[in-house]
């Protein structure tokens, strides 16, 4: 089993930044993959960055250049940097960790961006 704490979240004006981060304990050790998801109202959860245990990082196409996803190894963390933040980034943001065995969510954190 893996357990997931996720902090960072909250409100923002357009254009501003705000940092997610995601930290995993338990199982931690298998993990193969982190990152983060999101789901706005009314739409399904879609993909926002992974970051995989050798490094290769998938962006969705509407973050590439203003969000940067990283990870802390030794601390089992997975952050998320949110730069140029739009409206349209509001969200509830969910981080995922898979390992060889399962795929983990964690609460997810809110993230809202005024215009």
């Known amino acids: 089993q893996v357990q997931l704490v996720e902090s960072g979240g909250g409100l923002v004006q357009a254009g501003g930044s705000l940092r997610l981060s995601c930290a995993a304990s338990?199982?931690?050790?298998?993990?193969?993959?982190m990152g983060w998801y999101r789901q706005a109202p009314g739409k399904q959860r879609g993909l926002v960055a992974t970051?995989?245990?050798?490094?290769?990082?998938n962006y969705a196409g509407s973050v590439k250049g203003r969000f940067t996803i990283s990870r802390d190894n030794a601390r089992n963390t997975v952050f998320l940097q949110m730069n140029s933040l739009k409206p349209e980034d509001t969200a509830v943001y969910y981080c995922?960790?898979?390992?060889?065995?399962?795929?983990?969510w964690g609460q997810g954190t809110q993230v809202t961006v005024s215009s």
């Open positions: 995922r960790v898979s390992t060889r065995y399962a795929g983990y």
């Open positions: 338990g199982s931690a050790s298998s993990i193969t993959a």
């Open positions: 970051i995989t245990s050798g490094d290769n990082i």
